[in-house]
């Protein structure tokens, strides 16, 4: 095995397994026993297609090697213990009746889970649960759907429950909105769960099929977490969404044919028509617009193993984030602007929901160290310190170990 690759395949189970040993450390220590269940769901890295899924379009993604460790056993009470590893807050509720609070809010996203399998089957006695990942919130990897994966896979075991991965990732969707406040769509919960090691995950968000699309494994990610915190609770991803919906609605009443979402709208049809429109609702839907051709030319690029065309993709779609959507922010400009010059870079983008986070770049195993130390320094030379890097691999998906 080549050192590059070798260094990677270190990196990736390192970063996976020492978690894993801490957590259930610290489960022993605090509960006295071991866990009778861990389960483990990666984060996710979007490639291409932001902010399509609640537009019906597709999205191309993969699951990761970082992730969330989520041990539980079962009490023979009726209370629910719940520990934040990192932090070692514990909260305690009736798991019957799992309700959302202002306090510890970590602890929604867990519970909101919770609430969505209530609805199905009454607890028939309570838990003690910790988890912990090594996902860095706010870095755009989707930390709060890796622990709601987590923590769903372990009660489903727990509690002897029927849920397949479809259904789960609409609880965990469903949590978010009912108990983080945030109007996600499906992408992040998807990713986690139908990951596939050297694929992208290729979801369809009207058919709700998910397929694997291989990439070579000699392509691996780089993640680049620029540390500003994105805070999509402040109405900025909401507000994206409703002008995504009042676009619709223009164009369902200016088409010959049925418009049920964006995805039905061709980049034909906006430009034709997009000046009939509000100006800020015109450069909004032409993002989702865009991405989603973006993702089908993608898919064809993969498969003839057209790398370079599919990264020249990746920075059309970031133009269009900072343009149109308005959801990047000066240090991911930054951070991409640079590896369009850095030897190695097939292409870059912001990943997840923007405004702050991480920018994903697209290089080779071989390339991977350089082209790192090189974005760190424009980064530092820009904003006086070093962004955050981690080596990315397409990963399987959400599972109970």
Not at 192 to 219: A, Q
Not at 351 to 362: E, H, L, Q
Request: net charge negative; aromatic share 8%; with cysteine.
């Amino acid at each position: 095995m080549k050192a590059a690759e070798s260094g990677i395949q270190e990196y990736k189970m390192n970063a996976v397994i020492n978690v894993k040993d801490v957590l259930l450390k610290k489960y022993a220590e605090k509960f006295g026993r071991d866990p009778e269940i861990v389960a483990y769901a990666p984060g996710r890295v979007e490639i291409l297609g932001n902010h399509t899924d609640y537009n019906e379009g597709c999205v191309l993604s993969a699951a990761i090697n970082f992730g969330t460790y989520f041990a539980i056993s079962a009490r023979t009470d009726g209370e629910a213990h719940l520990i934040a590893g990192d932090i070692m807050q514990e909260v305690v509720f009736d798991p019957a009746r799992p309700e959302a609070t202002k306090e510890n809010m970590w602890a929604n996203y867990v519970k909101g889970v919770l609430a969505g399998l209530v609805a199905k089957s009454k607890p028939s006695h309570g838990f003690d649960a910790m988890f912990l990942g090594n996902l860095p919130l706010g870095s755009g990897l989707s930390s709060s759907a890796a622990l709601e994966v987590s923590s769903g896979l372990a009660f489903v075991k727990l509690y002897g429950m029927e849920v397949d991965k479809l259904e789960l990732a609409r609880i965990g969707q469903k949590a978010e909105h009912e108990f983080a406040g945030v109007k996600t769509g499906l992408l992040d919960q998807v990713s986690s769960l139908y990951g596939k090691e050297y694929s992208l995950v290729w979801s369809d968000f009207r058919t709700y099929e998910f397929k694997s699309v291989k990439i070579s494994p000699d392509v691996c990610f780089l993640l680049c977490n620029t540390n500003v915190r994105h805070a999509l609770v402040d109405g900025a991803y909401n507000e994206r969404r409703e002008r995504c919906d009042q676009a619709t609605m223009f164009f369902a009443n200016t088409l010959d044919k049925p418009v049920k979402a964006l995805r039905d709208v061709t980049w034909e049809d906006w430009i034709e028509h997009h000046d009939k429109m509000d100006e800020l609702t015109a450069r909004r839907s032409a993002h989702p617009i865009g991405e989603n051709e973006r993702v089908l030319s993608g898919i064809e690029m993969l498969r003839n193993n057209d790398l370079t065309g599919f990264g020249r993709l990746m920075f059309e779609s970031h133009e269009s984030s900072r343009v149109n959507f308005e959801n990047s922010c000066p240090e991911l400009d930054t951070l991409v602007a640079g590896a369009q010059a850095v030897p190695g870079v097939l292409g870059a983008r912001l990943s997840g929901g923007g405004f702050g986070g991480s920018a994903v770049v697209m290089t080779t195993k071989r390339d991977v160290d350089a082209v790192s130390t090189t974005l760190r320094n424009i980064y530092a030379n820009k904003y006086g310190a070093r962004c955050d890097t981690r080596i990315i691999t397409c990963s399987d998906g959400a599972r109970v170990l």
